[in-house]
């Protein structure tokens, strides 16, 4: 009868699972190459797209009454992960509850295993084991054993199987789909401060370890605050040291629910909860809305959450303010503008008779490469004998906030140059993006010289 | 977890009419339970069928929002400048439940589009309302208050499955008013 109580529960708890909004305080300026963190959220089961994007709005709004602000200077600001789980309209009701507790189960299922493809038949049959009933449920009598009674063993195996293929295939694309995004938002040197409620929590953990997988380089680049923990572990980032970064109502009837059933079901148990939020009776009595329970700041789950989530956004600024990713560039070089001085032209003879010239390999798509420090405000040298500056401006850019910093490296046709110092002196000129100046200074002089630019 | 915790929790699921997560307001928003003949074709979804218009509901001023959603708009936000882009967003929202209804290929784009509305909205009415403001299921409960409806809305948001909304700073520059279907 309790194993009974405690599915019923699950099938209706699901049913109910919220959002929430959260907020975070900034310790001083960002540096001034450094755009703030993207905000993003994930949601839970039962959620609509409509109220995945009211959390994150929400959300925002807390941000903002703590001095936290979205990046302004971006094309897009905040982002939601929206998984749809469970509400197909083209189900029944009784097969969306299904769905959705399969989907929970697939997933505690994965997490159990860690995620590892290497261990898909170990989580298969840990799938299998939580939804196919026990025959002492199935001859339960009554209320509960009407509501459970598409639980048969005949109907889950059929179900079951569909569900492990569907489910995991669904999910499975999801996850490839978020990656992606992350891709594409990271790999620009933006930096991503993500929530995740309840269901969220398994499959931002999901598409986080994922993407670590695949693009280590870029893993510090984000941080998750969950809330309503339905993971058994937080996601942390490689090197964090951030140990705390979830918070669980004691009080939070669905993640209890959901962590007895996996406990029972030898599934990983849904993180432990730590922190309590009074039984809040009419606003929300499981205890598990992401912004009536996680969000209120009166109550201990909402100002941990809420700390959580500054600690995260803090720690982005900070690791990387001078490190810069940015991803594939194709441009070109505007000749009319582009010149050595004091020559103050592209090519001919110099003050000291030498020629010089730009290398046409540079007309060519570019791969860009990562830098790893950034100077922000660029270098000034004092020249010994000779200086010589190559002001570069770049066009046709693919993608002009990718442009941080363009550095240059100069090859000799005889011995090499004794470069004491060769950097950024100027840019960008004007607020163009791909516009600046490279300043070579050397202690004597050579045959030729070509500059050859790197985009970063 | 306790047994008294468990038992409210059921009896509170059990009240619940409609699932799904989201902030919820203390006001219930009023709402038909059955379909409407309407009164009058609206234009601004286009060229309709008979289902389609009867899916909308009765809307007498032809502006795309079934009237009774249009007096809760009024009655529930008080300046006209929340009251415009609430109305938008009633129609961004019926817009969704109409292509739901045809169950067509859902693109970024138009998730974005009713994601800046949905926002734009938000801001608006949070400067006022604060978190007491209607929740999103707030408005699909209004809005898609019968069975043809709410399966319509629903298919349309299971067809933008794995869709990343992007929301921008300032997110009403975002909104238009709604496209022919």
């Known amino acids: ?456 | 977890m306790s047994l008294i915790k468990r038992s409210l929790l059921i009896m509170a699921l059990c009240g619940l009419s409609a699932c799904g997560g989201g902030d919820t307001s203390t006001t219930s928003p009023p709402g038909n339970t059955t379909v409407e003949p309407p009164i009058k074709t609206t234009v601004i979804y286009g060229a309709l069928s008979s289902a389609e218009i009867a899916l909308i509901g009765k809307d007498a001023d032809t502006n795309g929002i079934r009237d009774d959603v249009d007096a809760w708009i009024l009655a529930t936000f008080k300046d006209s400048a929340t009251q415009t882009i609430a109305k938008t967003r009633a129609q961004w929202l019926t817009w969704a439940m109409l292509r739901g209804a045809r169950n067509v290929p859902v693109t970024t784009s138009e998730t974005n589009k009713i994601a800046a509305a949905n926002a734009c909205w938000i801001e608006k009415a949070y400067s006022t309302m604060g978190d007491g403001l209607p929740g999103a299921n707030d408005w699909e409960a209004l809005l898609f208050n019968t069975h043809l409806r709410a399966v319509a809305y629903l298919t349309w948001d299971a067809n933008s499955d794995g869709i990343v909304r992007e929301i921008h700073a300032n997110p009403c520059n975002d909104v238009i008013g709604v496209p022919t279907l």
């Open chain 1, 1 to 456: 009868m309790k194993t009974i109580l405690k599915k019923t529960l699950t099938f209706l708890l699901l049913v109910s699972i919220s959002f929430s909004s959260i907020a975070f305080a900034v310790t001083g300026p960002a540096p001034v190459c450094l755009s703030t963190p993207h905000l993003g959220f994930t949601n839970g089961i039962q959620n609509t797209s409509e109220q995945a994007v009211h959390s994150l709005v929400i959300l925002r709004q807390h941000a903002k009454a703590r001095g936290m602000v979205s990046p302004s200077n971006k094309d897009v600001s905040d982002y939601v992960f929206y998984h749809q789980k469970g509400i197909n309209g083209t189900e029944s009701r009784i097969t969306s509850f299904l769905l959705d507790v399969m989907e929970v189960y697939w997933q505690l299922a994965q997490a159990t295993v860690n995620n590892d493809p290497a261990k898909e038949q170990q989580a298969m049959q840990l799938f299998f084991k939580t939804v196919l009933p026990s025959s002492s449920d199935a001859s339960t009598s009554g209320m509960l054993a009407n509501m459970l009674q598409f639980l048969t063993q005949a109907q889950n195996e059929r179900i079951a199987l569909t569900m492990y293929t569907g489910i995991g295939g669904t999910l499975l694309d999801t996850t490839a789909k978020d990656v992606a995004k992350l891709y594409s938002i990271l790999s620009k040197g933006d930096t991503l401060m993500m929530a995740a409620h309840s269901q969220g929590t398994l499959s931002a953990n999901a598409a986080l370890q994922e993407f670590a997988k695949q693009y280590p380089q870029f893993a510090s680049q984000v941080r998750l605050a969950s809330a309503g923990m339905a993971a058994p572990n937080v996601w942390q980032t490689p090197g964090s040291i951030v140990a705390n970064t979830y918070v669980t109502n004691t009080n939070d009837l669905v993640i209890d629910t959901i962590r007895d059933l996996a406990r029972s079901k030898s599934l990983a148990p849904s993180a432990v909860a730590n922190a309590t939020h009074p039984v809040a009776l009419f606003a929300d009595i499981t205890g598990h809305d992401f912004t009536k329970i996680y969000l209120d700041e009166s109550a201990e789950t909402g100002t941990k959450f809420m700390q959580i989530f500054s600690n995260g956004y803090t720690q982005l600024l900070k690791e990387n303010s001078a490190k810069v990713f940015v991803a594939d560039l194709t441009y070109t070089v505007d000749f009319s503008r582009t010149r050595w001085t004091p020559e103050n032209r592209i090519s001919g003879p110099d003050g000291f008779g030498f020629t010089t010239s730009i290398s046409q390999t540079q007309l060519s798509p570019t791969t860009i490469r990562e830098v790893y420090s950034l100077s922000c405000g660029g270098n000034s040298t004092t020249p010994i004998l000779k200086s010589y500056d190559f002001t570069f401006f770049l066009g046709g850019l693919s993608n002009p906030d990718a442009v941080v910093s363009v550095a240059g490296t100069i090859t000799m046709s005889a011995v090499t140059y004794p470069v004491t110092k060769l950097g950024l002196v100027n840019s960008p000129i004007g607020g163009i993006p791909g516009a600046g100046t490279i300043r070579l200074t050397g202690t004597t002089g050579t045959p030729a010289y070509t500059a050859t630019l790197s985009i970063f």
